[in-house]
């Protein structure tokens, strides 16, 4: 691949985790070609952007980003003519050709399902020039064979399931992400030990419902023997996103109980309290189901943190509906909640679902359950005052360099003041003992009391 060599790049990296690890295999994978990583737009020549459509919002600040990159110059001494931009990820699945025609300056289009072929059409495009646009519609390999380079040595994403099936009403992700496929679970077995044997402390796998593993495979694999394998590669911090309440099991849950690396902390996104909506959202279980799984993780471990996602403002929800959503979120104490005005997309069944509420209501109601999730992190939060945790840490604070940044195993940000002798780059990846004293919504503080 001798166009890429030495040419330098850098990636701008929008949405989910898959997105996230998808730019840790574009990275890997240029970098295999010898082209090089920088960080600022000025240093690259060619700027790669990893895109999200989930909400409106995504769509229209990617725009504005690929285009506010237009005028800036090439790098001193490239051989260039301009620099190749490139557009891969969901908008890059769901637009393909018609995006050259918003954004004139697009060289590459590619999508969801075939990284792999990013060099060649780069190669292309710098040797021939013009838009080179490859969309697959579906693809039955996984790319994840692709070397990754990852942001933290000590910490990767393992992904076991790829695309969706649940088609919730509101939802884009099965269109720009495809049917749901599952890795075999020796594949993942394997990633798992050869991940450990290079130093990973912390594995999440990754699926848009890991719940769902196994479905499309020979002998249907259950996502519990995914949990038990992985656990027994002995690393130090076992994760997963995200999960579908509809098929958490009790065997998975049972798992809190019984595997010392499966980390207290649970995403169960829930999306709304109100069994109507959930309906008209497709979810596929009632607010009641939703809660006796709760009660039920915390029975097998009371320390599990919980966190959600909710949608505020999907077509013909009424007070009463909000209201069931925000005693819900009340009675559950999330450490975390993300919440989201819903945001209709073109093609999915919800944006051709009535919808006369007034806007200013939305974000009435929007703000009222961002007050009570900050009050809700807070209380959640104060229960580990007094308590030592041990925090793997990512180094020092990006506001205080005495300071080191770490996550505890709730996933709850730790900070604490780096003792006299001992530096921040030192301590990263290594697992510290901290002594909370102090809680806030968003983070927890401390003192180290050993390394
Ligand atoms: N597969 C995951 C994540 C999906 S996207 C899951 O099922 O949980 C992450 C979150 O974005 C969703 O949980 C949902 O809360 C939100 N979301 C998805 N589509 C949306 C839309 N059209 N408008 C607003 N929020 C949306
Ligand atoms: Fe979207 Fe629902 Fe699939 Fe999650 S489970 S990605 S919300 S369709
Ligand atoms: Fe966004 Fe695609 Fe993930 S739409 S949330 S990047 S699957």
């Known amino acids: 691949m001798p166009h890429l060599s030495q040419k330098t790049f850098c990636l701008y990296t929008y949405g989910c985790q898959m997105n996230e690890h998808d730019s840790e295999r574009i990275a890997g994978m240029l970098e295999s070609h ?12 060619i700027a790669i952007f990893v895109t999200c459509c989930i909400r409106e919002a995504a769509d ?27 557009i891969g990820g969901c908008i890059g699945q769901r637009d393909g050709d018609a995006l050259p025609d918003k954004l004139a300056h697009v060289d590459v289009v590619f999508g969801t399902q075939n990284i792999e072929r990013l060099p060649y059409l ?24 692709l070397p990754a380079k990852r942001e933290h040595p000590w910490s990767a994403w393992l992904p076991i399931t790829v695309g969706c099936n649940n088609f919730c009403t509101y939802c884009i992700v099965p269109y720009v992400r495809g049917r749901e496929r599952s890795r075999a679970l020796e594949d993942i077995a394997a990633d798992a030990a ?39 590669t002995g690393v130090e911090r076992l994760r997963f996103a995200t999960s579908h309440p509809k098929d958490l099991t ?19 996104p829930v999306q709304s309290g109100s069994d109507r909506i959930l309906k008209a959202m497709n979810r596929r279980y009632t607010a009641e189901r939703y809660l006796s799984l709760i009660d039920a993780v915390r029975e097998a471990n009371p320390d599990v943190a919980l966190s959600t996602d909710i949608i505020v403002g999907f077509p013909g929800e009424t007070e009463q509906d909000f209201q069931a959503t925000y005693d819900l979120v009340k009675r559950v104490g999330y450490s975390q909640v993300f919440t989201f005005i819903y ?22 109601r929007f703000d009222s359950l961002v007050d009570l999730v900050q009050e809700n992190a807070y ?23 005495r300071v080191l940044v770490g996550h505890s195993p709730h996933n709850i940000t730790v900070h604490a003041p780096i003792p006299e002798g001992m530096d921040a780059a030192a301590l990263a990846g290594s697992t510290v003992m901290v002594e909370i004293d102090q809680a806030k919504a968003w983070y927890l503080s401390g003192a180290m009391v050993r390394a």
């Open 34 to 45: 010898g082209a090089v990583e920088v960080d600022a737009i000025e240093d690259a020549e």
């Open 60 to 86: 229209v600040r990617l725009m504005g980003q690929v285009a506010s990159i237009k005028n800036i110059p090439l790098p001193e001494g490239s051989a260039l003519s301009k620099r190749m931009v490139c």
């Open 122 to 145: 780069l190669e292309a495009a710098i040797s021939e020039g013009g838009h080179h646009v490859e969309i697959l519609e579906k693809s039955d390999t996984f790319s994840t064979d």
């Open 194 to 232: 050869a991940l450990v044997a290079d130093g990973v402390k912390e594995i999440t796998l990754l699926g848009q419902n890991v719940n769902s593993y196994g479905r499309d495979l020979y002998g249907e694999p259950r996502f519990a023997d995914v949990l038990r394998a992985v656990s027994e």
């Open 250 to 268: 009790d065997e998975v849950i049972g798992l809190y109980a019984t595997l010392d690396n499966l980390m207290p902390s649970l995403h169960l």
């Open 343 to 364: 945001s209709p997309r073109e093609g999915t069944p919800a944006a051709s679902m009535a919808d006369d509420t007034p806007r200013e209501i939305i974000q009435r």
């Open 379 to 401: 209380a959640h939060n104060q229960r580990f005052v007094g308590r030592t945790l041990a925090v793997l840490v990512e180094g020092a604070s990006k506001r205080d360099e």
